[in-house]
């Protein structure tokens, strides 16, 4: 996990992404997750619903518009910074 001292633009911020929905995964009224995320969160909510297929959806509100989304996961909302 990243320890928070530097920003790795999604790169390992995604692993801690991986542990929190982990734990949501143990919860069970927990059914569907969805992720939402604001400028390099909105990134690493991309990178990470590239790899996990159980994604329900991704509410991206800025990041990279380059950070591409593949087909089968639905960009819920998405909202460019002017």
Do not use: F
């Not at 320890?3 to 995604?14: C, H, N, Q, S, Y």
């Not at 929905?21 to 997750?33: D, M, Y």
């Amino acid at each position: 996990m990243s320890d928070g001292d530097w920003v790795t633009l999604g790169a390992r911020e995604v692993d801690d992404l991986a542990v929190a929905v982990a734990h949501l995964r143990t919860l069970e009224h927990v059914s569907t997750i969805g992720l939402w995320g604001r400028s390099m969160g909105a990134v690493t909510a991309l990178l990470y619903a590239q790899r996990d297929p159980s994604i329900a959806g991704v509410v991206r509100n800025g990041g990279r518009h380059d950070a591409g989304c593949p087909k089968s996961i639905p960009v819920l909302h998405e909202k460019r910074n002017a």
